[in-house]
Each structure stands twice: as structure tokens, then as C-alpha cells.
């Protein structure tokens, strides 16, 4: 009996399969060469130095229109998402200052707004970098350089507001639910899941803008569309290793002692950065090869060393 033909699918899983392991070691090599690691520590730093003062910020701001306690329980979601271990430590040190609205001031919103801006402006620095474009400002203007974290700060208090109103009527609508008919809803609230699923959406939504954006390159949307949902549903993957880790695994009490809680918070953020560096990487190598005109598995190190032959 003749055996049967290859199937086009095992077929096609034999060609893919090395492009997109030459593609993901191609990525990898250029991402060590820009020094990704060294630029991830430093947007890691300052994603450390921003976050207190941009939470801090949006809830003495928010808290004027909203719930306080209900925009807290929204932030802890949010903090969880960003640093999956000791997130309470964020969240304490921000009400803090919200209790004591007479330390902040006017002086003082001014001080968070510039603190709260260091985690933009390092990571514009750093794609600069990825993106082979190291003078960025110089093909940008100077005022839309000033002007993009403040921007991206103003989107992510949009949208926190946004979700703390839908908390807010969804809790409205159960208390009238349960003062009509007795009982709550069948859904009554938001539930964890729900405002997790929320945050993984925000996360998307943010590292997408943050490669459609703040890249010097004109970068296509389906491409940052696309690395930004690989990134946060990455880092997602990550985030829920890191708190299994630190909270069954992890030696960095015993090593560190009363310094465990910042290095752990500073070392998820910095997970966090090679992940979204590493994205970027992709995006870069793609539009490189957009631009000469080549398929996206094709090396053009290779391909030029192919011509010169």
C-alpha cells in the first residue's frame, strides 16, 4: 500500500517553524546588542520613581469626583497588575498622601506631575534606542517630547475614572436591585475576574499606544496593535509566575531581609520593561524589513552579505 503525501499543514509546520526560531533568535540577538537588559533596568527605575506619584496624582484628583474607597479597590487591581507582589506597599504609601492633602499643595501636584513623567520620558529614550533612532528629539518637536507623558497620564486617568464610574453604577444597580426585589444580582457588582479582565485590557490598550507612539519611526497600527496584545498577555503570564514565585519559592527574604520588598517590587518592574522592550524589538525588526522590502523571516544582515557575494 503507498504511503500517503506529506499533509500540507505538517508541510507548512516544517518551513514556519525554523523562520520563526531563526526570527525569534534574530530579535534576541539585536535586543542583547541594544542593551536591552541595561535599558530595562533603568525604565524598571523609573517606572519604580513615577508609579507612588501618578497613583497619588489621579487619586487626589479623582477623589474629588469619585468614591474613595471604591477608587482605591479599582487601584489595587491596577497595582497588582503592575507589581504582582507587595502591591499593598504601593497602594499605602499613595493614602498616605491622599489623608494628608496638606503636605501635596499646589507645589507638591507640581513635583508629582514631574515625578510621575521620569517613566515616559525613559522609556521614549529607550526605543529610541531600539528603533535605531538614539536623537530622538531632533526629528520631533520639542514641545510634543514635553507634552506625550502628560498626555499618556491624562489617557490613564481617563480611563481610571472610567472604570471607577462603571464600579460605582454597577454597585448602584445592585443596591436598587436589592431594595426593589429583596435579593442582589446575579452578578452583583463587578466581580475580581471581571476587573482583572478590565486591567489586562488597559494594559493592552496602553502598550499598544505606547509602540504606535512613542517611537521616533512611524510604526503601522496592525503591528502595534498586535505587539501590544502579545505583550500583555505575556506579561500576564509572567505576573502570575512572579506571585507564585514569591510567595512559595522566592529566597529574596532570607538574602535581602527588610530590603525583600523593594527589590521585589523593583525586580517585577523590571520583568515588566524587558517584556515591553522585547516587543518593541519585534516591532523594530518587522518594520526594518518593511521598509527594504523584504519578508519578515529574511535576515537583511545575510541578505546583504548575500549581495556582496
Known amino acids: 500500500m503507498a504511503s500517503r503525501p506529506p499533509t500540507r499543514s505538517r508541510h507548512l509546520a516544517f518551513v514556519l517553524l525554523p523562520r520563526i526560531a531563526s526570527f525569534l533568535w534574530r530579535v534576541l540577538t539585536a535586543f542583547l546588542r541594544n542593551r536591552g537588559i541595561l535599558l530595562a533596568g533603568g525604565v524598571g527605575y523609573n517606572i519604580l520613581l513615577s508609579i507612588v506619584p501618578l497613583f497619588a496624582l489621579l487619586a487626589v484628583l479623582l477623589t474629588q469626583v469619585v468614591d474613595e474607597q471604591t477608587l482605591f479597590n479599582v487601584l489595587s487591581v491596577q497595582a497588582r497588575h503592575l507589581a504582582p507582589a507587595h502591591a499593598e506597599v504601593l497602594l499605602d504609601a499613595v493614602r498616605t498622601l491622599v489623608d ?27 526605543l529610541a534606542i531600539i528603533f535605531h533612532a538614539p536623537d530622538a528629539h531632533v526629528g520631533r518637536s520639542v514641545w510634543v517630547s514635553v507634552l506625550l507623558p502628560y498626555v499618556f497620564m491624562l489617557v490613564l486617568g481617563a480611563g481610571l475614572l472610567a472604570l471607577t464610574l462603571l464600579v460605582t453604577l454597577a454597585g448602584a444597580l445592585n443596591s436598587l436591585w436589592l431594595a426593589l426585589f429583596g435579593s442582589d444580582l446575579p452578578l452583583a457588582g463587578l466581580s475580581e475576574t471581571a476587573l482583572n479582565l478590565f486591567s489586562f485590557g488597559g494594559v493592552f490598550i496602553l502598550f499598544s499606544a505606547i509602540y504606535k507612539v512613542l517611537p521616533l519611526v512611524r510604526i503601522a497600527l496592525r503591528r502595534a496593535v498586535v505587539g501590544g496584545f502579545v505583550a ?61 522590502g523584504l519578508p519578515w523571516h529574511v535576515d537583511p544582515r545575510r541578505e546583504a552579505v548575500t549581495h556582496l557575494d
Open 232 to 292: 500583555a498577555l505575556l506579561w500576564e503570564g509572567i505576573r502570575l509566575l512572579l506571585v507564585f514565585y514569591f510567595a512559595n519559592l522566592s529566597l529574596v527574604n532570607a538574602v535581602y531581609g527588610s530590603l525583600a520588598t523593594l527589590i521585589v517590587v523593583l525586580l517585577s518592574l523590571e520583568v515588566g520593561a524587558i517584556i515591553l522592550l522585547l516587543g518593541a524589538q519585534v516591532i523594530a525588526e518587522l518594520e526594518h524589513n518593511a521598509r527594504r
Open 100 to 126: 494628608t492633602p496638606e503636605v501635596i499643595g499646589l507645589f507638591g501636584i507640581l513635583v508629582l506631575l514631574v515625578f510621575s513623567s521620569f517613566a515616559f520620558r525613559m522609556l521614549e529614550d529607550a
